[in-house]
């Protein structure tokens, strides 16, 4: 039988964050439960089920039966946990995944190890963990990007081209993305290098993935969707660099000499041997508004089809976001109120609405105030409460930096430090906010 210590007395709703050794926390099948083991998180949601605190110490087999029902596993925290048959658990059970700092410490860094099976997806959120799909797609999404700067080189050389590697590649991004999108996001930001045209064409990749997924299209749409973003402008790598470099306005002629970038790149896809119709006709068209103003035809309303439109839009915003040699970037929410002044005159409003639907009223990388004085930047949406996103608290009360940054999780509902209420965003903060340099927390 079980023997059970003397039981540590906690305060209500208290939230126990991971701190010293990460080898106290363990991630468990709900049937490796026993009396007297602390469980701090489920594998879904607590919202929903009849336990009234956010972490439980297990003390009938009851509890476990009731859990078994409704996750299928926990996160169990041995600190807290008072039963003989824990120590056992040091040596046999999975250590929780590492924090989010950690992980994109290890992304911009170069020492990711990609974990050997992917992320499992939980039931209560749909959806695979923020860390752990950052981990595994990693090594395919790095890929990626390096052969995108290969193909440039290959067509600079005039070499035959070769899609097969980056179709392979963008199935493998497009089952990340139905998993979790954020974390997908979150690799585009930190793998960020030097080079407009090929990291602006992985950015215009993610993003018509991402939002493709929102709208829940097809798979194969969004990969297609995806190699659209990769080839849409591709046709630049044969411009002259001085004219993509220039800051000053073009002249008539290297404007005309600029949008002659879309023929290019039908000429290239012209040249493999099978191109998918669908993806030759939006980069055909991705430059065309509905109000007639684009190009090269001048299209109007209806005649542009719904993928050139959001390959279009897409190509847009994901262009103010980053930094150009004529402009600087704007931040994701400066960058989506610009977007909306464009809303039923360049592009449809349904595009638009859906598109902020799907990033969100508080972005991935924003900075928000929340109501304790304490400043955090966006790390994961949450689907069901968009305004309830997870946070990663970065200043102090006082706007001093947090030594060991931590995340919430707004739907939770976790209490501030007094117990007299719950964390909840005041408002949002331009980016450059009580000096923070998002360097300085990989977000940049």
Request: aromatic letters at 6%.
């Amino acid at each position: 039988m079980t023997r059970i210590k003397k039981l540590p007395s906690f305060s209500a709703r208290t939230v126990f964050a991971p701190a010293g050794s990460r080898h106290s926390i363990h991630i468990l099948p709900v049937s490796a439960l026993r009396p007297g083991m602390f469980v701090t998180e489920l594998d879904r949601p607590w919202l929903g089920t009849p336990f009234p605190l956010q972490g439980i110490l297990i003390h009938h087999q009851s509890q476990i039966d009731l859990l078994s029902s409704l996750c299928a596993t926990v996160t169990v925290d041995l600190r807290f946990s008072v039963c003989d048959c824990c120590e056992a658990l040091l040596n046999d059970s999975k250590p929780v995944q590492l924090s989010f700092t950690e992980v994109a410490r290890q992304v911009k860094n170069g020492e990711v190890r990609q974990p050997g099976k992917e992320p499992a997806v939980h039931h209560g959120t749909q959806g695979s963990a923020l860390e752990e799909e950052i981990l595994y797609a990693h090594a395919f999404f790095t890929e990626l990007r390096e052969t995108m700067q290969y193909l440039g080189e290959t067509l600079q050389q005039d070499d035959p081209l070769d899609l097969k590697p980056i179709e392979g590649l963008l199935c493998k991004l497009t089952a990340s993305v139905r998993r979790n999108s954020d974390a997908i996001l979150w690799l585009n930001r930190l793998h960020r290098v030097d080079g407009y045209t090929y990291t602006h064409a992985l950015d215009v990749s993610v993003h018509l993935m991402v939002f493709a997924n929102f709208l829940s299209l097809p798979q194969k749409d969004v990969e297609r969707l995806g190699m659209i973003g990769l080839m849409q402008d591709i046709g630049k790598v044969l411009l002259p660099p001085d004219l993509l470099c220039k800051k000053e306005s073009l002249t008539d002629e290297e404007y005309a000499l600029m949008r002659s970038h879309v023929d290019a790149s039908l000429t290239i896809l012209a040249r493999l041997p099978e191109t998918d119709r669908l993806v030759f006709e939006t980069v055909e068209r991705h430059h065309e508004r509905i109000d007639g103003s684009g190009y090269p035809s001048q299209l109007k309303g209806d005649v542009i089809d719904l993928y050139a439109e959001l390959a279009g839009f897409v190509d847009t915003y994901c262009a103010i976001i980053r930094q150009r040699p004529y402009a600087p970037p704007l931040s994701t929410r400066k960058a989506i109120a610009e977007l909306v002044k464009l809303r039923g005159s360049k592009f449809r409003e349904t595009v638009v609405d859906q598109f902020i639907q799907c990033m969100g009223i508080y972005p991935i990388g924003s900075l928000v105030e929340l109501n304790t004085g304490e400043v955090g930047v966006v790390i994961q949406q949450n689907i069901t409460r968009r305004l309830s996103p997870r946070v990663l608290i970065i200043l102090d009360t006082d706007k001093r930096l947090e030594k060991r940054p931590r995340s919430i999780d707004l739907l939770m509902e976790p209490l501030v430090p007094t117990g007299e209420d719950c964390y909840r965003i005041a408002h949002s903060l331009p980016e450059d906010a009580y000096g923070i340099n998002p360097m300085d927390f990989y977000l940049a």
